[in-house]
Antibody, heavy 114, light 108 residues
Framework: QLQLQESGSGLVKPSQTLSLTCAVS??????????WNWIRQPPGKDLEWIGQ???????YYNPSLTRRVTISIDKSKNQFSLELTSVTTADTAVYYC??????WGQGILVTVTS | EIVLTQSPGTLSVSPGERVTLSCRAS???????LAWYQQKPGQAPRLLMY???TRATGIPDRFSGSGSGTDFTLTISRLEPEDFALYYC??????????FGQGTKVEV
């Protein structure tokens, strides 16, 4: 059964870089043509798609975040990662990783605070 | 970017009632790329429907999806107590960005 698990720092200082990893278990990232996505949800607010990566390494980002976002994939470790630079308190959110629309991680709360 | 607008913002209903949630897109969207989620406090969104009208694994048949073009609907035929939650629509077009509606809260 496919499972996704987010990990990374839950506390980040303003202006620093947020880094998260999504570990994929139960299936290989090498095939299938799936999109691997990052989505976030600020406390009490709506869902926001951050971006996606294909197994080929092709990426697509939300235009509102594209200058600060990098998504990468490490198929040898069966994981993909998110980096968000120059964070502010507005980046405080629960961050989810997904495979397509069907499978979501449980989410990880990242708080930006000094 | 395709903007999704959900209505109503909040729906006050009773168990056993039929519920219809609306999701309107700012431009025509293939039903193939429309999903519905249910979210409860402190939990990740749970996929209900994808492809506009296909129930995800384990979703009871009281949930159904329909629509085309710019207007899509999620219907719950008989509301159960566990169905009180927040519902989101999402479009996942092959041409990103993906977007979500702002949600409809179904409450007692």
């Amino acid at each position: 059964q496919l499972q996704l698990q987010e990990s990374g720092s839950g506390l980040v200082k303003p202006s620093q870089t947020l880094s998260l990893t999504c570990a994929v278990s139960g299936d290989s990232m090498n095939g299938g043509g799936y999109t691997w996505n990052w989505i976030r949800q600020p406390p009490g607010k709506d869902l926001e798609w951050i971006g996606q990566i294909y197994q080929s390494g092709s990426t697509y980002y939300n235009p509102s975040l594209t200058r600060r976002v990098t998504i990468s994939i490490d198929k040898s470790k069966n994981q993909f990662s998110l980096e968000l630079t120059s964070v502010t308190t507005a980046d405080t959110a629960v961050y989810y990783c997904t495979r397509g629309v069907t499978t979501w991680g449980q989410g990880i709360l990242v708080t930006v605070t000094s | 970017e395709i903007v999704l607008t959900q209505s109503p913002g909040t729906l006050s209903v009773s168990p056993g009632e039929r519920v219809t949630l609306s999701c309107r897109a700012s431009q025509s969207l293939s039903r193939t790329y429309l999903a519905w989620y249910q979210q409860k406090p402190g939990q990740a969104p749970r996929l209900l429907m994808y492809g506009g009208s296909t129930r995800a694994t384990g979703i009871p048949d009281r949930f159904s999806g329909s629509g085309s073009g710019t207007d899509f609907t999620l219907t719950i035929s008989r509301l159960e107590p566990e169905d009180f939650a927040l519902y989101y629509c999402q479009q996942y077009s092959p041409s990103p960005p993906w977007t979500f509606g702002q949600g409809t809260k179904v409450e007692v």
